[in-house]
């Protein structure tokens, strides 16, 4: 499904890695999102209209809870454009490193 995520970047991600440190380590995958149900007791939103290490139209607030994050320091990337700005955003805000 996507990269690992930073378990800082939200309080059930951080749950989830602690259930399973696969997703914050190696890859978010369906056992992780499974888990945010099980575990958070939480259903996944849907998923983003673009990966959040391409640039390209503002991203939904709340499709990934690095997308949360990065909105929260910076509403212009789910308001107006995901530019190279919010890539940046996702390195500081989430931990992961967009090439």
Do not use: K
Request: net charge negative; aromatic share 12%.
């Amino acid at each position: 499904m996507g990269v690992a995520l930073a378990s800082a970047c939200d309080p059930c991600v951080a749950q989830v890695c602690a259930f399973d440190s696969f997703c914050c380590t190696t890859e978010w995958d369906e056992v992780c999102r499974s888990a945010v149900t099980t575990v958070c007791g939480q259903a996944c939103p849907d998923t983003c209209a673009h990966d959040i290490c391409t640039t390209g139209a503002a991203l939904q607030y709340g499709c990934n809870p690095c997308v949360t994050a990065v909105c929260d320091s910076d509403s212009f990337c789910c308001t107006d454009a995901w530019d190279y700005y919010c890539l940046d955003e996702v390195f500081f805000s989430c931990g992961i490193f967009c090439p």
